[in-house]
């Protein structure tokens, strides 16, 4: 998420575990063996049901996050297992911790290596991360003037490697909050009735990858997101446009396909249409350069 100060980036984030769909007594027995393993299991607590979310500060070393000690512990990144680890201020970590993210983000799993013990721990978590658009935040601001010397947007978004923003499914804008907004009586929609939307589409994937090994979009490999992730030849042609003028990877290739799968699925519509190919096209914004300016 790239937006400025106060436009509810971290709201956002903090939110995500009350929409995810509950925990399967598996991952909750998965989750509550690696805080017991870390030492850091609630007292008093002989189950975690709650999907985790994790926020580690920006400071946290690169063992921090994936693990480390004479008998390696999990890190940040594994007990953020089957919940949400939030990176704020991402370009604010140092380059080497960003980069420990990198193969666990596509494996879903890390192994720590030491003199005289070597373990893997998964680590599948939703990683969600945020930062400003340039050093004082107000890059782009409609009303704010950015005080930034020229260029300095590209180089703070320089900050974080190609190959680790390849490995984002989604990338948004978050505008700043008009006081219209702030100040309607107008009720939103609330977490359960999101949470339900959810939980309808996860079903829906669940049938649909029944006997693959894998249970939601996200998890999907390059096979099974070409047997699964047919766009109607509308849709094709959109994405292949899109593919020749935007100089997409194959990574973002497939991630757009997934998303645009995901899209569909929580519209209840069985192919992927162009406009679902559209939207997830829309979630590429830092492949679009819009901030490399």
Known sequence: MVGPPGSGKSMLAKRLPSILPDMTFEESLQTTELYSVAGA?????????????????????PAGLSGGGAIPRPGEISLAHNGVLFLDELPEFSRVAMEVLRQPIEDGKITISRANASLTYPC????????????????????????????????????????????IDIHIEVPPVDFDKLSSRVPSECSADIKKRVNAARRIQQERLKGTGVSCNAKMDAALTKR???PTPEALALLE??????????????????????????????????????????YRSLDRKLWRK
Do not use: W
Not at 157 to 166: E, K, M, V, Y
Not at 265 to 279: N, R
């Open 228 to 230: 699964f992730c047919r």
């Open 124 to 167: 599948s978590a939703m990683v969600v991360c945020a930062m400003n658009p340039c050093p004082c935040g107000f890059h782009g601001h409609p009303k704010r003037e950015c005080t930034c010397p020229e260029g300095a947007a590209k180089r703070y978004l320089a900050r974080i490697s190609g190959p680790l923003l390849d490995r």
């Open 41 to 61: 299991l609630p007292k008093g607590v002989s189950l975690i049901r709650r999907r985790p979310f994790r926020s580690p500060h920006h400071t946290v070393s």
């Open 241 to 282: 446009e899109v593919f020749e003028k935007l100089d997409f990877s194959a990574r973002a290739y497939d991630k757009v396909l997934r998303v645009s799968r995901t899209i569909a699925d929580l519209e209840g519509c069985e192919s992927i249409e162009a406009s679902h190919i559209a939207q997830a096209v829309q």
